[in-house]
């Protein structure tokens, strides 16, 4: 799970969302214009680079955020992922966040597909 130690100290510094704003402090048109202002787009078609990621860590070196070299390979995924989710949050709004975190919920997937191929409807469920 990435809600470990790693995680919380994090969110509990804003670390993402505080980057998430210093970075679009500078790109936030090159942003909107390479998304065409549109937050699926983003999601489907953004990831963090190298740069990006190295920067990240950068920041929280510079905010005496204390993560090491194994955390970094062993959370890199989530920390890429919630990146995404923050400069999404940042650009556009708190659904643009939610479709970047949905988009890697392996639940969420299957709770659309059910209801998308009448999985659901076939069941029968009393609700």
């Not at 505080?18 to 936030?28: G, H, N, Y």
């Not at 489907?44 to 510079?62: G, H």
């Not at 997937?109 to 999985?119: E, G, Q, Y």
Request: aromatic residues 16%.
């Amino acid at each position: 799970s990435y809600r470990g130690a790693v995680y919380t100290q994090l969110v509990r510094n804003d670390a993402f969302n505080k980057f998430a704003l210093e970075v679009l402090d500078d790109k936030r048109k090159v942003f909107i214009k390479q998304y065409n202002n549109n937050s699926e787009s983003f999601t489907k078609n953004f990831t963090v680079n190298q740069e990006l990621f190295d920067a990240f860590l950068s920041y929280c070196n510079s905010e005496k955020l204390d993560i090491s070299t194994d955390d970094v390979i062993a959370y890199r995924p989530k920390i890429e992922w919630l990146l995404k989710a923050y400069l999404a949050r940042n650009l556009w709004d708190f659904g643009a966040y939610m479709q970047v975190i949905n988009s890697q919920d392996p639940t969420f997937d299957r709770a659309v597909r059910v209801l998308s191929d009448n999985t659901f409807d076939k069941l029968a469920v009393q609700y």
